[in-house]
């Protein structure tokens, strides 16, 4: 016989398997030698109260055997010979896409302007101790998109944009670890995800797919207002009448040529700010209402939402046990994002602290799509210049930057390139300075003692989500001028975060098959 139930424990109680099995013997009422396996479902932590509890959702066999039930890979067929798609991006919007191509009988061409996924680690070494800027190798760019070297968060609030366990069970498949179905805020990690990536290349490939790295999109090919193929700038020109554009939030190469060619870009409002540095100590402290965490619970997350002066501003994309690494895809401009390895295991926590923005915010965006992501490039080319005309961040202790004071001195920092101290009111205008000042203050009032000169502030952080929209039509998912491009994932703005973009990549693969299927 199985049963369910749900538990509140101690962090002990649900980490020692002979304590688990105790409690759940005395809630289930259920003699522990008739218990021959506890399968633990979902997993959360409740740190709310001083006396923290882990909640845990859980199956009991009762006198019956426990057979794990392992998640396979699909078993694809060979597509070699089928009608290709092509898809530009190898980040989770594309790779999904691909895979569910696959799996519909399409062939999926894979246009990747960067680095296969090890490859892409002499540039981000270069980026981090030499400064060099590969425009098309770096944190946003080349294969697994900016997620790979970028924390691989799992966690989505998507739930109603299709279906999450369906990816993170592929994900499994590939070979990310189970856990990621027990969680409720799931990671892979920096450290892991390389394996995972190429192994689902290596699926794609061996089931008739292609992958082509060091490809640039160059220009796409429209014929009747309907797409016909693409060149790279490779010099090469590929026929296809589908084409899943799945390029990230950070190709603006992508939305200029848009432009260039009349095919219907909107700008979209997205969050803007700076990234903070805290010991993890602190935070946990913070969080968890005590001096020393211990060893039954993990490095706290945070999360904070305020409201300042009817603008929002809140934490983004928090990295507990992290580091900050700047994510740069052109010379001339400094970015910062964070991420954490799979253990979350570095003194230090991260997270990004954005306001957001309007379109009202941008008024020549209702003549010029492009005005929202010209508003960014310019902060982070600011950001450049006054770190230093490198990648050095400007930075400030948090307290001085709220005081609007200049720091004497920096604290040691993740961030590999090193900081540079300015005030940064130089960098933002005085809307986002002030929202951020005042906001900080309100921050400490849900989280005492988050407000202290011991953290420090890395300007900017910038690539929250994009700033330009390509529309589509919500039954085909087909853009509303060009038949046969299918704006996908983040870039497009149907996405935000791995799992979202996969979701949304497997859509546009669905709607492609239809299209050319009949079904």
């Known amino acids: 016989m199985r049963y369910q139930f749900q538990l509140r424990l101690s962090p002990e109680q649900a980490a020692i398997k002979e304590r688990l099995w105790k409690a759940v013997s005395k809630t289930a009422d259920i003699p522990v030698s008739e218990i021959s396996h506890i399968e633990i479902l979902k997993r959360s ?42 898809i530009v991006g190898a980040g989770p919007a594309g790779l999904f896409a691909a895979l569910k191509c696959i799996e519909l009988g399409i062939k999926p061409v894979i246009v990747e302007r960067g680095k296969d996924v090890r490859s892409r680690r002499r540039d981000l070494k270069a980026l981090n101790i030499e400064h060099i800027v590969n425009k ?7 294969e697994g998109g900016a997620g790979t070297y970028s924390d691989g968060k799992l966690y989505t609030r998507s739930k109603k944009r299709g279906d999450v366990d369906r990816i993170l069970k592929l994900l499994v498949a590939f070979g990310a670890t189970p856990e990621i179905m027990v969680e409720a805020h799931p990671h ?12 689902i290349r290596e699926k794609i490939i061996s089931n008739g797919g292609e992958v082509l790295f060091n490809t640039r999109l160059s220009d796409i090919i429209v014929d009747n207002n309907e797409v016909a193929g693409i060149k790279t700038l490779n010099g090469d020109t590929i026929k296809a009448r589908k084409l899943i554009l799945a390029t990230g939030h950070s190709a603006r190469d992508i939305f200029e040529l848009l432009h260039s060619k009349n095919i219907k870009i909107e700008a979209k409002p997205f969050a803007l700010g700076v990234r903070v540095e805290h010991p993890q100590e602190l935070i946990d402290k913070i969080q968890y209402k005590c001096e020393v965490r211990g060893e039954f619970l993990p490095p706290s997350p945070y999360s904070i939402v305020k409201q300042i002066n009817g603008r929002g501003m809140y934490s983004f994309c928090m990295c507990p046990g992290g580091i900050i690494a700047p994510c740069a895809t052109s010379p001339g401009e400094v970015v910062t994002n ?42 982070e080319q600011k950001a450049w210049a006054e770190g ?73 952080e910038s690539r929250t989500s994009s700033p330009v929209r390509i529309p589509r039509d919500p039954v085909t998912f087909e853009h509303v001028q060009v038949k046969g491009l299918y704006p996908c994932g983040e870039g497009a703005g149907f996405a935000g975060g791995i799992v979202s973009a996969a979701i949304d990549g497997e859509k546009c693969a669905e709607k492609c098959a239809q299209s050319i299927l009949g079904k």
């Open 45 to 86: 932590i409740d740190a709310r109260q001083k006396a923290i509890k882990v909640n845990l959702k859980v199956e009991v066999y009762v006198k019956e055997v426990f057979r794990e039930n392992k998640i396979e890979i699909p078993d694809y067929n060979n597509v070699s010979d089928k009608e290709e798609v092509i």
């Open 136 to 142: 098309d190798s770096n944190y946003c760019f080349g």
């Open 188 to 199: 892979i990690g920096t450290n892991k995800l390389p394996a995972i990536i190429s192994d």
């Open 338 to 379: 964070g991420w954490s390895p799979s253990k979350r295991d570095q003194p230090t926590a991260n997270s990004g602290i954005v306001v957001e923005l309007r379109l009202s915010d941008f008024p020549e965006s209702s003549k010029n799509p492009l005005a929202a992501m010209e508003f960014q490039k310019k902060i």
């Open 388 to 460: 230093g005309k490198t990648q050095r961040v400007p930075a400030q202790r948090l307290v001085d930057f709220t005081n609007g004071r200049l720091s004497q001195d920096l604290p040691v920092t993740s961030y590999k390139p090193g900081v540079t101290s300015v005030e940064l009111e130089s960098v933002f205008p005085t809307f986002i300075h002030k929202t951020l000042q005042q906001g900080f203050k309100e921050f400490d009032k849900s989280m005492r003692g988050f407000l202290t000169n011991e953290a420090i502030v890395h300007a900017p």
